[in-house]
């Protein structure tokens, strides 16, 4: 639509492999992501290909150790990797990011043996991990799941439905959540089950208004049964491990907002600075340059508190707010810096002819996936002031 360059974020990067690294995403994200994206999401196509080529390039298990086959990245790299990934297309962005999720329990809690025997292909081998935690009723209460693994000499048998699982149907591997004892969270096991279990099922995909080539779908489980070998943890752990891994997914959306986000600003950027009215660019106009600034600003302020957040967590240290925090802040700023996007468009804004529409659609699951912005605000102020009394 212009004539304007299109600049690269300057990134803030510990270590020249780190810029290598960078470098090599954005050129995977030209060539194999960005040309097919909107194409995609509109016939719904997810393209398991490209996550091949992610792994094969050692992007899957960035934020790993080498042993099994991960990457050795901080986790300021690893979020950075994932924002371009999102700039390019959310559903590749976000997959990775569910997939680095899904690999959590294992890596963090598993035993040597668990983790000699499986890390490695999840990490590096191809696999595509999903995270299986919500119900159709429990979702931000998941301490009341409902799904059950039964013991069974050396085996456990799950039974139940899980919902809004990114990758079902479709994925080698799933971190499952399940009751194995009393109510509440102190009931709850990690278990890591095959894609092809038997017994195990995925329903018709989510019909959902964006990200149309990410499957989203409810997983049944009727009786699947897998050795206690793959059990993730102690009896009862479950819930634990499920909470220190939101605390870094909440990271990765954080991260794939401003993706977003900044995809939108530089949409946004071309078309008013070639788009002409009354004789002159319309990014001339003190109105769209206030919309535009303030959009840039959101940006910087999102990519900031998600860094820090990170550079927290890389130094061993409590990041929970903080992570709360970065996903509340930044997955509200990409749904109206996107919003602002289609009206720095106009009338074109609210068409498929160019992405803003398509991007602000996809801001708004951030709001929801992981935690919904309202439970961010739970858990931000429950850090400040203490539980809420009962």
Known sequence: ??????????????????????????????????????????????????????????????????????????YEVYLQVLEELAAARLTVGLGVSVHSLACHALAGYGTKDQRGEHLRAMLSGGLLGAYCLSEPASGSD????????VRDGDDWVLTGTKAWITHGGIADFYTVLARTG????????????PGDAAGLSAAAPEKKMGMKGSPTAQLNFDGVRIPDSRRI??????????????????LGIAACAIGVAQAALNASLDYATGRKQFGRPIAD???????????ATRIEAGRAL??????????????????????LFCTDAAMQVTVDAVQVLGGYGYTQDFPVERLM?????????EGTNQI???????????????
């Open 142 to 149: 998941a301490a009341s799941l409902r799904t059950k693994a």
């Open 306 to 327: 998600y860094l820090a957040a990170a550079r927290l967590r890389d130094a061993g240290r409590p990041f929970s707010r903080q992570a709360a925090m970065a996903k």
């Open 182 to 193: 009393v109510e509440g969270a102190r009931g709850i096991t990690a278990f890591l089950v």
């Open 233 to 250: 943890g102690d009896e009862g752990q479950g819930f634990a491990i499920a909470l220190s891994a939101l605390d870094s997914g909440r």
């Open 1 to 74: 639509m212009s004539d304007r360059v299109p600049q690269w974020v300057e990134r803030s990067l510990p270590t020249e492999e780190s810029r290598e690294l960078i470098a090599l995403v954005r050129d995977i994200a030209q060539r194999e992501i960005a040309p097919y994206a909107a194409e995609e999401e509109e016939s719904g196509r997810f393209p398991r290909e490209v996550f091949a080529l992610l792994s094969e390039s050692g992007l899957l298990g960035l934020p790993y150790d080498s042993e099994h086959g991960g990457g050795d990245q901080p």
């Open 285 to 295: 106009f003190q109105g769209l340059r206030f919309m535009l600034a303030d959009m």
């Open 361 to 369: 659609r996809e801001a708004k699951v951030l709001q929801i996936v």
């Open 376 to 390: 961010q605000r739970m858990v931000i102020a429950r850090h400040l002031a203490g539980p809420e009394s009962r």
